[in-house]
């Protein structure tokens, strides 16, 4: 039997942490992207909206800025599913 030397061996919170990222790999990269796509959503929908405001090409601006609007609702959706999950799964391993 090897015998293991205390230096290889992890203490709780590193257990816990690997724990986490065997259950939910990406989790982290996952709400990367939900941000980045959030904010360029928020972005996109500031500036269509004050070009619809101006008056400006009005007929591009307004699908675009629907678009902008929906895709920000899809990355808050997306951010809320993934934090309920990972209370879920915090709950379910107490």
Do not use: C, H, T
Not at 9 to 14: D, F, G, P, Y
Not at 23 to 52: D, E, H, K, M, N
Request: proline content about 2%.
């Amino acid at each position: 039997m090897v015998n293991q030397n205390r230096k290889n061996r992890l203490n709780s919170e590193q257990y816990a942490s690997l724990k986490a990222e065997i259950a939910a790999p990406y989790r982290g990269l996952r709400q990367f992207i939900y941000i980045a796509f959030g904010a360029s959503g928020s972005i996109g929908a500031f500036v269509f909206f004050f070009q619809v405001l101006a008056g400006r090409d009005v007929e591009s601006a307004l699908p675009s800025l629907a678009l902008q609007v929906g895709i920000v609702a899809l990355m808050v959706f997306l951010w809320r599913w993934e934090q309920r999950r990972q209370q879920s799964d915090k709950s379910s391993n107490l």
